[in-house]
């Protein structure tokens, strides 16, 4: 007897199986759905379009260039040249006035404070962060308490010469390390710690504390804790702390203080940059 050669179809469904089985599980010959069909013929006729009005193929030494001679790259170029022109435009005025100027046109100051605020991104945020927050030892941009002054002026200087950064005007002071049993004893420096937090009622106030204070640290620090800031050192009589208001790290930045480093951008960026950014800063905290 000849074998039936008809495919073998499915009792339950009635549809043919393709003659694949695993394990007595057979597979269905179903149709595909129709609109996936019909999507698969529409999208080859647009791929051929496509090729003939796009650069496609490659050739051997070039490519098949399209009828519509589009060229990301050459796109690409005229949108870089187009926003050099805005840039020029725009920047070649801000380069030549005061930083109030800029504030009353609108538009230059929205220009300027978002370029700062890219190159902010691209130039700050791995140390200050994307929010200008900052972090330990690295000053946070946003609240009114500044090391080096918050004015346009005195931002810019700090941009464009750093702290303790390899530029000769970089701003620099350098606390001094009063290394416990050398320059004061240890009760001196506890309680000197303690003096400190007690501008903001954290640490116990001591007269050991105000006097040690007043000898060593006044002349840089203030009267009460101040700060000041041709020197450069932060004001202690308020909640924000550069490197932490705790009793154990006051008592550590006495004993063996660091010394946070910015870099000088002077010579990294270009002047119309250094005025977006230091606009730009201003605007998250700027002040006198
Ligand atoms: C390598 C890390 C680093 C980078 C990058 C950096 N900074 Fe700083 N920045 C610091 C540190 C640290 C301080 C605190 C300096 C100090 O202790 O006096 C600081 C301080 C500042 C201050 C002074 C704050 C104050 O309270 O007076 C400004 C303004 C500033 N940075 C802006 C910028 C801008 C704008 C950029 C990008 C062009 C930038 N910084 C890039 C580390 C950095
Ligand atoms: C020569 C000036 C000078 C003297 C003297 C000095 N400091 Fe400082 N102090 C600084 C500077 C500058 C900084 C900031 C360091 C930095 O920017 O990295 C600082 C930072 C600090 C900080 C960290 C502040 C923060 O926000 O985290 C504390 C606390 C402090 N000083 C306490 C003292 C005490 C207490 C004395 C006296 C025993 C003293 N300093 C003496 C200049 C001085």
């Known amino acids: 007897m000849s074998e039936d050669k008809r495919p073998e179809r499915d009792d339950h469904t009635g549809v043919e199986t ?3 089985e695993w394990d007595g599980i057979k597979e269905l010959n179903n149709p595909l ?3 996936w069909v019909w ?3 529409v999208s080859i006729v647009w791929s051929i379009g496509y090729w003939v009005v796009m650069p496609s ?3 051997l030494t070039s490519y098949l260039e399209g009828t519509e001679n589009y060229s990301s790259r050459q796109a690409v170029l005229e949108e870089v040249a187009a926003i050099k022109e805005r840039r020029i435009q725009f920047g070649g005025k801000m380069l030549h006035i005061s930083y109030d100027e800029i504030r009353e046109d609108d538009t230059l100051y929205d220009f300027a404070t978002r370029g700062g ?3 902010f991104g691209l130039h700050c945020a791995q140390c200050h962060g994307l929010g200008a927050t900052g972090a ?3 000053a946070n941009l946003n609240d009114d308490d500044w090391i080096w002054g918050g004015s346009e002026d005195e931002i810019e200087a700090t941009i464009r010469y750093g702290v303790r950064s390899d530029h000769l005007d970089t701003h620099y002071s350098e606390m001094p390390a009063f290394t416990p049993d050398v320059m004061l004893s240890p009760e001196e420096i506890s309680a000197t710690a303690n003096y400190v937090l007690s501008f903001t009622n954290l640490g116990e106030y001591s007269e050991l504390g105000e006097n040690t204070f007043a000898d060593q640290c006044s002349f840089c620090h203030g009267e009460s804790g101040e700060g000041m800031r041709e020197v450069g050192a932060p004001k202690l009589n308020d909640a924000i702390w550069l490197y932490g208001g705790t009793l154990e790290l006051v008592t550590q930045q006495i004993a063996s203080p ?5 870099p000088q951008w002077e010579n990294r960026l270009d002047e119309m940059t250094i005025k977006q950014l230091t606009l730009y800063v201003h605007s998250l905290g700027g002040g006198e």
């Open 136 to 138: 330990e030892g690295i």
């Open 117 to 119: 605020k890219s190159a």
């Open 258 to 262: 660091r010394h946070g480093v910015m």
């Open 18 to 20: 393709t003659g694949h």
């Open 39 to 41: 999507s698969w013929l």
């Open 57 to 59: 193929w490659p050739l």
């Open 33 to 35: 759905p129709r609109w």
